[in-house]
C-alpha cells in the first residue's frame, strides 16, 4: 500500500471515527423534538386501528403506538400530529419525511422495504386475510365464492392476495377496487359487491360500521398472514431502534406483569429484568437517545401491550378480537421481544 493510501486510510480510521456518522444519521429523533410533535402517518378511519371522533380525538392500537413514541421522547403521550394518508400514498408520504412514522396497519413485506427504502419496526398485530359476505347468500366457504363480486381496496396486499387466491383456486374473480376504505365499505354495504375482503380485523372493524352489521358473517378461511407494524425511513438507526423498542418494551412489559396499574410497585421491583425495564438498572433509554425512564413514561401514560390491546380491539372494546396469535409466546401466542439488557 502506498504512503498516501495508509495516511488516508489511518485519518479516516482516527480522525473521521463514528460519532461522524451517527451524527449524519441522528436526525429524526432530533428534528422531532426541535419540532416539538412526532408526526405520525395513520389510516383514514379504521375503528380499533386509527379513528377521530366528531372532536376530532383519534384512538386505536395504531394511535396508542405513536402516542407511546411521544410519551417516551416527550414525556407528554399527546404531543402527536395525525396525519391521514390513503392506502395509495402512504409509502410516499413516509418517504417524503412528511411524516415520521407510518402506524398504519400496514403489511410487513420485502418489496415495501426495498421499493420504499423502509424499515419495519416489528409487529404491533398479526393478521391475516379474510372474507365478510351477507348470511342470506348461504356460502360458508371462500372457496365457494367463483363469480362472485368482491370489493377490495386499492394499494393493498388484500388486492394481490385475492387474485393470487382465485387464480390459484381457479376461480372467476369479479374485482371491485376503491380508493378508500368509506367507498368499499359503502359499496359493500349498498349491495353494488357480494363480498368485503381485507385483513380479518378490519372486515370486524368494518361490520360495526354497515347498516345492518348482524347480516353479515366473516368466513373461517384466512388466505394470506398480515403482519402488522410501524415503518419508518431507511438510514436513521437511531430512529429505527426506538421505534423498534418502543414496542419491544410494551410487549416485554406485559410479559413481566409491569401494566399501567402496577408500575408504582414495579418501580421499587428487586426483580433484575423489571429492574432494567424500568431503569432502576442500566441505563437502556439513554443508549438510544431518550431517558432513563423511558418506559415508565410508555406504560404510566399509555400502557403496556395488552392494556393497548384490551382497549381498542379486545375484550373492552367494540370488537373483542380475541388476543389468538397477538398473545404472548409465553401464553400461546407469537408475540415474542427480544430482552431489554
Ligand atoms: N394490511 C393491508 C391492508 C391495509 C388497509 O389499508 N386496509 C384497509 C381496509 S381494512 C384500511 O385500513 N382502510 C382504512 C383506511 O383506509 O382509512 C396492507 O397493508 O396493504
Known amino acids: 500500500m502506498g504512503t498516501l493510501k495508509k495516511i488516508v486510510l489511518l485519518i479516516g480510521l482516527t480522525l473521521v471515527p463514528v460519532p461522524f456518522a451517527a451524527a449524519a444519521q441522528a436526525q429524526t429523533l432530533q428534528a422531532v423534538k426541535d419540532r416539538g410533535v412526532l408526526n405520525?402517518?395513520?389510516?383514514?378511519?379504521?375503528?380499533?386501528?386509527?379513528?377521530?371522533?366528531?372532536?376530532?380525538?383519534?384512538?386505536?392500537?395504531?394511535?396508542?403506538?405513536?402516542r407511546a413514541l411521544a410519551a417516551a421522547i416527550f414525556n407528554d403521550a399527546s404531543k402527536v400530529k395525525f396525519v391521514?394518508?390513503?392506502?395509495?400514498?402512504?409509502?410516499?408520504?413516509?418517504?417524503?419525511?412528511?411524516?415520521?412514522v407510518l402506524s398504519r396497519n400496514s403489511t410487513w413485506t420485502l418489496s415495501r422495504e426495498t421499493d420504499y427504502k423502509l424499515n419495519f419496526g416489528g409487529v404491533l398485530y398479526y393478521d391475516g386475510q379474510?372474507?365478510?359476505?351477507?348470511?342470506?347468500?348461504?356460502?360458508?366457504?371462500?372457496?365457494?365464492?367463483?363469480?362472485?363480486?368482491?370489493?377490495?381496496q386499492s394499494g393493498t396486499t388484500t388486492e394481490l392476495n385475492l387474485k393470487d387466491f382465485f387464480n390459484t383456486n381457479n376461480m372467476k374473480l369479479e374485482?371491485?377496487?376503491?380508493?378508500?376504505?368509506?367507498?368499499?365499505?359503502?359499496?359493500?354495504?349498498?349491495?353494488?359487491?357480494?363480498?368485503?375482503?381485507?385483513?380479518?380485523?378490519?372486515?370486524?372493524?368494518?361490520?360495526?360500521?354497515?347498516?345492518?352489521?348482524?347480516?353479515?358473517?366473516?368466513?373461517p378461511d384466512v388466505i394470506s398472514k398480515e403482519p402488522l407494524g410501524p415503518a419508518v425511513r431507511q438510514g436513521d438507526d437511531q430512529w429505527f431502534e426506538i421505534v423498534k423498542w418502543t414496542l419491544f418494551a410494551m410487549l416485554n412489559a406485559e410479559e413481566l406483569g409491569v401494566s399501567t396499574e402496577t408500575l408504582d410497585a414495579a418501580r421499587k421491583s428487586s426483580k433484575p429484568d423489571v429492574m432494567r425495564l424500568v431503569g432502576s438498572d442500566g441505563n437502556f433509554g439513554e443508549q438510544l437517545g431518550?431517558?432513563?425512564?423511558?418506559?415508565?413514561?410508555?406504560?404510566?401514560?399509555?400502557?403496556?401491550?395488552?392494556?393497548?390491546?384490551?382497549?381498542?380491539v379486545g375484550s373492552d372494546s367494540k370488537l373483542g378480537i380475541p388476543r389468538a396469535e397477538n398473545n404472548l409466546w409465553s401464553r400461546g401466542g407469537i408475540q415474542y421481544a427480544p430482552p431489554i439488557r
Not at 383514514?44 to 396508542?64: R, T
Not at 391521514?84 to 415520521?100: M, Y
Not at 410508555?298 to 392494556?307: K, L, M, P
Open 40 to 66: 405520525c402517518g395513520v389510516s383514514q378511519g379504521l375503528y380499533g386501528f386509527s379513528i377521530a371522533d366528531d372532536k376530532g380525538n383519534w384512538s386505536g392500537l395504531d394511535v396508542d403506538f405513536c
Open 84 to 100: 391521514p394518508v390513503t392506502t395509495n400514498e402512504r409509502f410516499q408520504v413516509l418517504q417524503s419525511g412528511a411524516i415520521d
Open 130 to 152: 379474510g372474507f365478510m359476505l351477507r348470511k342470506a347468500l348461504n356460502i360458508n366457504s371462500a372457496l365457494d365464492l367463483d363469480g362472485k363480486k368482491v370489493c377490495v
Open 175 to 219: 374485482e371491485i377496487a376503491l380508493p378508500t376504505a368509506a367507498e368499499t365499505e359503502k359499496a359493500y354495504d349498498s349491495g353494488r359487491c357480494d363480498v368485503l375482503t381485507t385483513d380479518v380485523s378490519g372486515l370486524y372493524a368494518e361490520r360495526v360500521a354497515l347498516s345492518n352489521p348482524t347480516d353479515h358473517v366473516v368466513l
Open 290 to 312: 431518550l431517558t432513563k425512564d423511558w418506559v415508565v413514561r410508555i406504560v404510566g401514560q399509555v400502557g403496556n401491550y395488552a392494556d393497548v390491546f384490551t382497549r381498542n
